[in-house]
């Protein structure tokens, strides 16, 4: 159903969710023991990160295929920035760590999954709307 713009918005959300895995969102040095090491931090980086960055990637993959069912996939993108959202605070706790550093072009995609999934469900609400005004029509 790829005529429909929301599945788009799903699929890039699913990829810029699973390219957080491979690529840093946060680039600097930590102190371990007293001395100064450079790490790279990434979805990779915690067992909660990967989780959360699978199944935000998931939720996209499966709210794709459930283009018949728009309520529930309506509640799937909302879960999908809920985890964002979780994943986010993870990210923050983690970079607090750090000592110095700095963000990484990479953020970008971070960044932009939470966007996809917005837009997505504004594409499944107007999908929604112009069903009920069909409707209305019979």
């Known amino acids: 159903m790829l005529q429909r713009m929301q599945t788009i918005w799903l699929l890039l959300a699913a990829v810029f969710s699973f390219l957080t895995l491979r690529f840093p969102v946060y680039n600097g040095n930590k102190l371990v023991n007293g001395i100064s090491e450079y790490n790279m931090l990434s979805a990779t980086s915690s067992l909660f990160l990967i989780i959360l960055s699978v199944a935000a990637g998931l939720i996209a993959l499966i709210a794709l295929f459930l283009y018949k069912n728009r309520g529930m996939q309506q509640k799937l993108c909302f879960a999908g920035l809920l985890l964002f959202i979780i994943s986010g605070a993870l990210y923050y706790m ?13 953020t970008v995609f971070y960044f932009l999954i939470p966007v996809c999934f917005i837009l997505a469900i504004r594409g499944i609400y107007r999908d929604q709307k112009l069903i009920k005004s069909i409707d209305r029509l019979r």
């Open 94 to 106: 983690q970079i607090k760590s750090f000592a110095e550093g700095a963000f990484s072009l990479w």
